[in-house]
């Protein structure tokens, strides 16, 4: 039997496993989402456009990488320049790649100024993804310029083991362990993943990382809670190619090494008031390194360590009318050093106000403000206003307007060996409005939404390259303005048959509207006019299926190259072949780009072709 005749034995075994079970909602899987106003709020009466992807749809689509959960997300583009493992942008409703915060159970992702690489980031210990598309400095501050990434990692009510492994194309290898044990009010959880792969390139392309992460809980039930959570990750990645996306070098890679860790404590305070405290710190520990290996080739080594520590303290009070008062600061510390001869450091105090009011109502209203005081920028406020209403005829509206803002990377106020920083830089800011309409059909089984956005962003900072008077390749400054505009369309479908079907449409018309460089009117780079996405899962006694089609549309790239329209298509199976005394044996297979298409995400650098990976997955629960 050749390796492609596996996905006919799975489509044959899934209509013999009996009466299929209701599947869960392939798009808002989660009944309580807490990002978009940080307080717990029914997805459907969130005022906010918020994506939410469980664990479990990622277990069932054989989704263990952060970037192929966000390919789905409307509005949002995910762009990787090569194999597993390179670089990988991702930007939302037409921002820069640094203008969305990523965070794990409340603790920031990016590096300082908001730049972030998302190839490196495993979801295999996931219970959700919740991912809010809009202004949100408000709440989370620097970064959250058009949107919110935040993963919750597990938290199992029963005490389980979870083991699995797979392998394929590319001579590709994964394996992930989980485990949790529930003793009463406490719980204990600690995972490990492992991928690794040889690249699609013919030399130097292949991919490590490792990841192991722990999780402790303690949730007493006269109230109040602690939990705390520790990552850690070691990515290497080699690399080929030079600037041109020519593979030419055998011996070029770049490693990265992450710790992330968090601690929440929540009390009450009162009947009425909670106090809630929550300590973080991202350590980044990165070498960059290259030997001569050929003529015309040069040597260097890099090695950079970044750290980002986060203290946020805030108290909820309960007011009538159903009513929260949110108050809340904020302190961060940033500190970056490298071999360059470059060391710096900031530190941000950020405090701010929201009143959520409505949750028990057909209405739900938001409004609230932030003043952030940074040492090397000064004084920056920030405001968003929302709400939504929802009609007995399962129809809701919903309106968003809000400011937000991005602090500068350390690259660009201070100088390195290469560029002369800017100390006058001010944050890249943004003003947004949003509209949307949503409607519920077949007793809440079918949804359709359609949501209209406007972005305006201003003070972008640009490059200059060789400036007079300087010695160095470039400095920086304000002199950016851009505006994004859209429509994102968004339909979901759930039987009592078993079968769950969403989609997703973006149009976006970006545009540089001021720049000192002649490009007034053109688009912004690597954001793509239209995008596409649809899902249809099959959910039975004994397996699922899953197939997923991607469609996205011409973009321009470096030098305004125009590049083509691709589609990639996904199919996942599970089959279960063993059940007894709590103890589950199943056969898993994942296809990506399953019709091979050839395409370029970068321009010159070739995205992975066909990738077919057969594995297993073995639980136990007690």
Request: glycine content about 8%.
């Amino acid at each position: 039997m050749t390796r492609l005749h596996v996905i006919p034995v799975l489509l044959l075994a899934l209509p013999r496993v009996g009466r299929a079970q209701v599947p869960q909602d392939t798009v808002t899987l989660s009944p309580v989402t807490v990002t978009a106003t940080r307080l717990p709020i029914a997805r459907e009466r969130t005022p906010a456009a918020i994506t939410v992807i469980t664990g479990a749809e990622l277990r069932a689509r054989g989704i263990t990488r952060l970037t192929d959960a966000l390919r789905d997300v409307p509005g949002a583009s995910v762009v990787q320049s090569g194999s597993f493992g390179s670089q990988t942008a991702f930007f939302l409703r037409g921002g820069e790649s640094d203008y969305t915060k990523v965070l794990i159970d409340g603790v920031p992702l990016n590096d300082a100024g908001g730049a972030i690489d998302l190839a490196h980031v495993s979801v295999a210990d996931v219970d959700r993804i919740e991912v809010v598309r809009g202004p949100a400095s408000v709440l989370w501050g620097s970064d959250a310029v058009t949107g919110v990434i935040q993963i919750f990692t597990k938290h199992a009510s029963r005490s389980r083991l979870d083991l699995a492994a797979r392998g394929g194309t590319y001579a590709t290898r994964d394996a992930t362990g989980n485990v949790t044990i529930v003793r009463g009010i406490t719980s204990f959880a600690a995972a490990a993943s492992s991928h690794e792969t040889d690249g699609v390139l013919d030399f130097n392309n292949g991919y490590r990382n490792r990841q192991a992460s722990a999780g402790f809980r303690l949730e007493p039930a006269a109230g109040g809670a602690l939990r705390a959570m520790v990552r850690h990750s070691d990515a290497t990645y080699h690399y080929p190619t030079d600037f041109l996306g020519t593979p030419v070098d055998s011996n070029q890679y770049r490693r990265e090494k992450r710790l992330v860790a968090g601690l929440e404590a929540t009390t009450p305070l009162s009947e009425r008031a909670t106090l809630r405290v929550t300590a973080g710190t991202n350590e980044l520990d990165a070498v960059s390194d290259n030997q001569v290996d050929r003529p015309g080739d040069f040597a260097y080594h890099d090695e950079s360590e970044g750290s980002r520590r986060v203290v946020d303290g805030r108290v909820d009070v309960s007011l009538p009318l159903d009513a929260t008062l949110t108050t809340g600061a904020e302190w961060t510390r940033q500190r970056e050093r490298n071999t360059s001869n470059f060391e710096a450091s900031r530190i941000n105090r950020g405090y701010y106000v929201q009143l959520l009011a409505g949750r028990g109502a057909p209405w739900v209203a938001t409004v609230g403000t932030r003043v952030d005081d940074n040492e090397k920028f000064g004084t920056f406020v920030t405001s968003r206003a929302s709400g939504a209403w929802r009609f007995a005829t399962g129809t809701r509206a919903r309106a968003t307007v809000g400011t937000a803002f991005k602090e500068p990377a350390f690259a660009e106020v201070f100088n390195t060996s290469f560029t002369r920083g800017n100390a006058a830089l001010e944050p890249e800011r943004s003003r947004s409005v949003e509209l949307s309409l949503e409607q519920e059909l077949f007793a809440d089984r079918t949804t359709i939404a359609v949501t209209w956005f406007d972005q305006r962003f201003r003070d972008r900072v640009d490059f200059i390259a060789f400036p007079p008077d300087s010695s160095v390749f470039g400095t920086f400054a304000n002199i950016g303005r851009a505006a994004a505009t859209g429509v994102e369309l968004e339909a979901s479908v759930r039987t009592s048959t078993g079968l769950a079907v969403s989609a997703a449409y973006t149009y976006l018309d970006t545009e540089i509207t001021k720049d000192d460089f002649g490009r007034e009117g053109q688009r912004l780079l690597r954001r793509p006019t239209h995008t596409a996405s649809a899902t249809l899962l099959y959910a039975a006694g004994r397996g699922s299926l899953a197939v997923t089609a991607h469609r996205v549309g011409s973009r321009h790239d470096v030098g305004y190259v125009r590049l083509p329209w691709y589609s990639t298509f996904d199919i996942a199976g599970e089959l279960r072949v063993a059940h007894r005394r709590g103890a589950d044996v199943a056969l898993t297979l994942r296809l990506e780009n399953a019709l091979d298409a050839e395409y370029e995400a970068i321009l010159n650098y070739r995205a992975p072709g066909r990738t077919l990976l057969l594995g297993g997955r073995v639980e136990f629960a007690w």
